[in-house]
């Protein structure tokens, strides 16, 4: 899987104590996109699934957020990824500039995979009602074997968060949603 950056640990990114994966490479062209870097189609790095998870089981996580980059570009990785948290117990969350009603068409085998979709093209111009999503028109979709569950868009617990993390080696990372004046 061809992935920008990950992240050992966020309370941002979904429910929960989660491994977060960015992968590279998307064409969608949000303006005001906040992941630029990840939108390039070349560049990041190309690591195996199972290196992934050996990364991941490093510590004990909750889920994973897989977010980008646009994850559906990756089709097969991210449905072997999916597939493969499941498998040790982890719950899924996949951010996309798709619409889930898009992915139905031919992703629905990857949907299967996935607990949690955040939906829809960032829009800048449009705050967000829900801490996981980026922009208003986005969905935080609670599913069950690939269908909707649930809504949980604007469920009260969903205000938005931020972290900033310093790295042992002083980068500063910054993931969730929020402005700086």
Same mark, same amino acid.
């Given at each position: $899987?061809?992935i920008?950056n990950?992240?050992?640990?966020?309370?941002v @990114?979904?429910?929960?104590?989660?491994?977060?994966i960015?992968?590279q490479?998307?064409?969608r062209?949000c303006?005001?996109?906040? @992941?630029?870097?990840?939108?390039? $189609? +070349?560049?990041? +790095?190309?690591?195996?699934?199972?290196?992934?998870?050996?990364i991941?089981?490093?510590?004990?996580y909750?889920?994973?957020?897989?977010?980008?980059?646009?994850?559906?570009?990756q089709?097969n990785? =991210?449905?072997?990824? =999916?597939?493969?948290a499941k498998e040790?117990? =982890?719950?899924?969350?996949?951010?996309?500039?798709?619409?889930?009603?898009?992915l139905l068409?031919?992703?629905?085998s990857?949907?299967?995979?996935?607990?949690?979709l955040?939906d829809?093209?960032?829009?800048?111009?449009?705050?967000s009602h829900?801490?996981?999503?980026?922009?208003?028109? +986005?969905?935080?979709l609670?599913?069950?074997?690939? =269908?909707?569950e649930?809504?949980?868009t604007?469920?009260?617990?969903n205000?938005?968060?931020?972290?900033?993390?310093? @790295?042992?080696?002083g980068i500063?990372?910054?993931?969730?949603?929020?402005d700086?004046?």
């Amino acid at each position: $899987m061809r992935i920008n950056n990950y992240i050992e640990g966020s309370c941002v @990114n979904g429910p929960g104590f989660r491994f977060c994966i960015w992968v590279q490479g998307c064409e969608r062209g949000c303006p005001g996109c906040f @992941n630029k870097e990840a939108c390039k $189609m +070349q560049g990041g +790095q190309e690591i195996d699934i199972s290196e992934i998870f050996r990364i991941i089981n490093r510590k004990k996580y909750d889920g994973i957020s897989v977010s980008g980059g646009e994850p559906f570009y990756q089709k097969n990785d =991210l449905e072997l990824l =999916l597939k493969t948290a499941k498998e040790q117990k =982890l719950n899924t969350l996949v951010f996309t500039g798709f619409l889930y009603e898009e992915l139905l068409k031919d992703c629905s085998s990857i949907l299967r995979y996935c607990d949690y979709l955040i939906d829809g093209p960032y829009i800048r111009e449009l705050p967000s009602h829900c801490k996981y999503a980026g922009s208003g028109n +986005q969905r935080y979709l609670k599913l069950r074997d690939g =269908l909707i569950e649930s809504d949980l868009t604007f469920s009260t617990e969903n205000s938005s968060e931020c972290e900033i993390i310093i @790295n042992p080696d002083g980068i500063i990372t910054t993931t969730g949603f929020f402005d700086i004046l």
